[in-house]
Structure formats: C-alpha cells, structure tokens
C-alpha cells in the first residue's frame, strides 16, 4: 500500500514527489497534484482540522481503492493539518504506475474523493479578524461522483 501522511509541517512537494517510484525500472509514469492555500478574498490563512485516527483510515481507504482499480506501483499522499498560509502547500497525491493514463486517472481519483471522503474541516481567516468555515461545494461532489460504477 502506498504511504498516506497527515501533518502541520510543511513539505516540499518537488522532493516528496522525486521519490516516488524512484529507482523502480517498471515504473514508466509519474503524476502529482499539488493543492496549495490561495488567498482569495484577502485570506489571511486557512486553518484545516480533522480527527486523528478517522481521517488517516479515510485516506488509506481512498489510496487501496485506487490501488485496486488501477495499476499502481507506488504513491503517496500527504495533506497538512493546522495553520496554513497563502501560498503554502496543503496536499500531495502522486502516483506511480506503467502507464500515463493509470497514474493520472489515480491522481485525479484520489483527489477527487479526498476532497469529499476525508473528514477535514476548513476554517479561513480575514485581516479583519473575521473567519468563516468552508463549505461543501456541489462542484466537488460531481468530481467524486464520476468515478462511481468505474473500475
């Protein structure tokens, strides 16, 4: 199974990417998403919470679903929890498989369920002082729908 991370640090999605698949001649593509916090409506930062235990079996769940519908060799998924900035990173999928067409569909698949399946909640916070929780957006949901009765 491929390694799931959830973490306040920062990552560096070019080096934590680089490793997947490194050194394994069967592998023959590489694709990666890289979610980062914009600062839309003067956002001051995003501050993400989840539940411990719930949300890394979530995303293990979400990582052996791909794995069991497409070819992959290696991945690795890191999303952060905590205090976030504009401009940093929030998540990571990157997978590794023979063919173009597997990794980029496990790519998009996995982000579309994270977005919808892991029980993260998003807080953002205005210069004002002001916040305001993030809400489910239909848009996600159709994303994550199309995968279903796919395999």
């Not at 991370?5 to 590489?30: K, M, N, T």
């Not at 290696?74 to 940093?88: A, F, K, Q, S, T």
């Amino acid at each position: 199974m491929g390694v799931v991370r959830i973490q306040p640090e920062l990552f560096d999605p070019g080096a934590e990417s680089a490793a997947v698949g490194h050194g394994r001649p069967e592998v023959g593509a590489v694709a990666s998403f890289t979610g980062l916090c914009r600062a839309d409506d003067n956002l001051n930062a995003l501050v993400l919470e989840h539940y411990p235990g719930m949300t890394e079996r979530a995303m293990r769940d979400i990582v052996a679903e791909a794995e069991r519908r497409w070819p992959i060799l290696d991945c690795l998924v890191i999303h952060r929890y905590g205090r976030i900035l504009p401009g940093e990173p929030i998540v990571l999928v990157t997978m590794a498989s023979g063919h173009r067409s597997d990794a980029f569909d496990a790519c998009s698949f996995v982000m579309d369920w994270l977005k919808t399946r892991a029980p993260f909640w998003k807080l953002e916070e205005f210069p004002d002082g002001q916040t305001r929780w993030v809400e489910a957006k239909q848009a996600d949901d159709d994303a994550a729908d199309r995968w279903q009765g796919t395999a």
